[in-house]
């Protein structure tokens, strides 16, 4: 498992492995990155489903109560097939600007505290 940090946001990627492994190596390299924003780059899957997508709901999902961004990097899965509360984007460069825009509203919010 590769994590590339790059500032306030870690870029997750794996290859030659299976969905199964690649999930249980994030789940136990991510007490080291859960501070970070995080792009999961999947692209080194080349048959993805909806459903596989699903895999990483629960991580998702902890992970933005924590109030950090968490991206899926995939071509093969659209955002309109996977609940909104799981974000797919087909670029790195999409998940940079997601993040981006998710900071600005997180720093929105706290001004109107």
């Known amino acids: 498992m590769i994590f590339n940090r790059e500032d306030t946001t870690t870029i997750v990627l794996q290859e030659n492995t299976s969905l199964k492994v690649f999930l249980e190596n994030l ?8 501070n970070d924003n995080i792009i999961v780059n999947l692209f080194s899957f080349s048959k993805l489903t ?7 709901h629960e ?5 933005r109560k924590l109030k ?3 991206v ?3 071509d093969k899965v659209t955002y309109e097939e996977v609940p909104d509360h799981i ?8 998940a940079r600007d997601v993040i981006e825009m998710e900071e600005i509203e997180r720093d ?5 505290e």
Do not use: R, W
Request: charged share 25%.
């Open 72 to 74: 899926l990097v995939t």
């Open 59 to 63: 991580l998702s999902v902890a992970h």
């Open 27 to 34: 789940k136990s390299g991510y007490p080291k990155i859960k």
């Open 50 to 56: 909806a459903n596989d997508v699903l895999e990483f």
């Open 108 to 112: 929105l919010d706290l001004e109107e």
């Open 87 to 94: 974000i797919v984007v087909p670029t790195i460069q999409e």
């Open 68 to 70: 950090k961004s968490f």
